[in-house]
Nanobody, 124 residues
């Protein structure tokens, strides 16, 4: 089992920034990846970004490229999502996810473990 705990959500004005954190604990894997998704009530969960733990390869949704940056701290088993130039349409519950498959995936069903989510609200 892998436990994921997100933090860092909140309320911010359009154009502002937030940094989300996702701390992983529990079972360890030699090759895995973590991703961030977001979901608005009544809509499907949407891929945001993903990062491989080895080599730090990354993948981004087109809607966040150039504004969001995913990173990780191996020593802390923590992934981050730095969100800049936030827009009202970025408002959602943000979830981090873990996959032991090691690749970069934009589909939610490729991820095995999920955090509880953290609310991000961007006011206009």
């Amino acid at each position: 089992q892998v436990q994921l705990v997100e933090s860092g959500g909140g309320l911010v004005q359009a154009g502002g920034s937030l940094r989300l954190s996702c701390a992983a604990s529990g079972r360890t894997f030699s090759n895995y990846a973590m991703g961030w998704f977001r979901q608005v009530s009544g809509k499907e969960r949407e891929f945001v970004a993903a990062i491989r733990w080895s080599g730090a390869s990354t993948l981004y949704a087109d809607s966040v490229k150039g504004r969001f940056t995913i990173s990780r701290d191996n020593a802390k088993n923590t992934a981050y999502l730095q969100m800049n130039s936030l827009k009202p349409e970025d408002t959602a519950v943000y979830y981090c996810a873990f996959t032991a498959r090691g690749g970069l995936y934009s589909k939610a069903n490729w991820y095995d473990y999920w955090g509880q989510g953290t609310q991000v609200t961007v006011s206009s």
